[in-house]
């Protein structure tokens, strides 16, 4: 039985534009028309990006159920981390960051907006995913032994509460962009992926994995199958029973993107980084929106994505992060 989504906090700033990418679709081997960017980057909160739409609902979960400080986990540079951040200070809540590595000698990136907004930096270790919960589940534990009420936000903001901010997402493509024949996203920790397919339908959203988590399909298919099994009276009509089937062979996610690692750039991602920037002046990041933009790339190349098909391309931010990362122009 599908349950009630937690309140709603605004955040954002919503709908985010829509615009067109003439010269850098010609450059991929579009049609001028072809292109479209979906500037999540400019959704406003703390620098902006994907991020803000998850939060929106998960920092509502977090005040209904009392909560007085926020808990999160990512890399050092985690553009997830620094709009929690700024998410705890708009809802007038504290904030620890329990970050993979070690504190570096000089902030820079995303770090430096951390410490703006007054979160309090954990640094975790060299450790792998399963160690960095066991981790933020140890703060947890101790800020309640202390007396505060904790609430841990999920990894990337993706649980099926989360998820729903990319539904809302894929209803604005829908209004902004009905002929879209392909929307192209990167895929870190799988909820933006997924609420695009849970609105759009999964032959409409090519996903391009950056390395972030080691099981990205099964990721995302456990957060499609989540978000329609909880909020299925929130999604398009005839959705839920759909996506109750979705699995693996139905995503198009290829893995081709990565290269050495997440957060390390490739010859594409960089070449499209550059590609973005020379073109229309747009700005993507080195992590996320230069490997999606890659993916497109690749896309194109291989028939995949074909002239005279209506591509949106969704800039998920990350600009922050940018000025954290030794080198976004070589490898």
């Known amino acids: 039985m599908p349950t009630t989504p937690a309140p709603h906090l605004p955040l954002g700033t919503w709908p985010t534009p829509v615009e067109p990418a003439p010269r850098l679709a010609e450059h991929l081997g579009l049609g001028p028309d072809d292109l479209l960017l979906k500037r999540d980057d400019l959704s406003g909160l703390g620098g902006g990006g994907n991020k ?25 540079q985690s553009n997830h981390a620094r709009a929690t951040a ?23 990136g995303n770090l430096v907006l951390d410490e703006l907004l007054g979160a309090r930096v954990e640094w975790a270790g060299d450790i792998d995913s399963a ?63 997924a609420g695009l397919v849970a609105g759009l339908g999964a032959g409409r959203v090519l996903g391009v994995d950056v390395g972030a988590v ?3 399909v099964e990721r995302v298919v456990g957060l499609v199958r989540g978000v329609a099994a909880a909020f299925g009276d929130h999604l398009p009509d005839g959705a839920a029973a759909a996506l109750a089937g979705v699995g693996p062979d139905h995503l198009r996610l290829p893995r081709d993107e990565v290269g050495d690692g997440y957060g390390l750039p490739t010859r594409a991602s960089t070449a499209a980084l550059s590609a973005a920037a020379l073109t229309e002046g747009v700005v993507l990041d ?8 890659a993916g497109l790339a690749s896309a194109v190349r291989r028939g995949e994505v074909r002239p005279g098909e209506r591509t949106v391309l969704v800039h998920t931010g990350g600009l922050p992060g940018l000025f954290g990362h030794r080198s976004v122009t070589g490898v």
């Open 52 to 76: 803000v739409r998850k939060l929106e609902r998960t920092v509502g979960r977090a005040l209904a159920e009392g909560a007085d400080v926020l808990v999160t986990t990512g890399a050092g």
């Open 86 to 108: 700024a998410a705890a200070r708009r809802a007038g809540l504290g904030c620890v960051l329990v970050l993979v590595g070690s504190a570096p000698e000089r902030p820079a």
């Open 131 to 193: 160690g960095l919960d066991a981790a933020a589940d140890a703060v947890v534990e101790r800020l309640r032994g202390e007396g505060a009420r904790p609430s841990r936000i999920p990894y990337g903001g993706s649980d099926a509460l989360g998820v729903l901010g990319y539904v809302d997402a894929a209803a604005e493509v829908a209004a902004q962009v009905p002929d879209a024949a392909h929307v192209v996203t990167a895929v870190g920790s799988g909820g933006t992926m």
């Open 214 to 216: 080691p099981d990205p």
């Open 286 to 293: 080195p992590v996320y929106t230069a490997k999606a933009l």
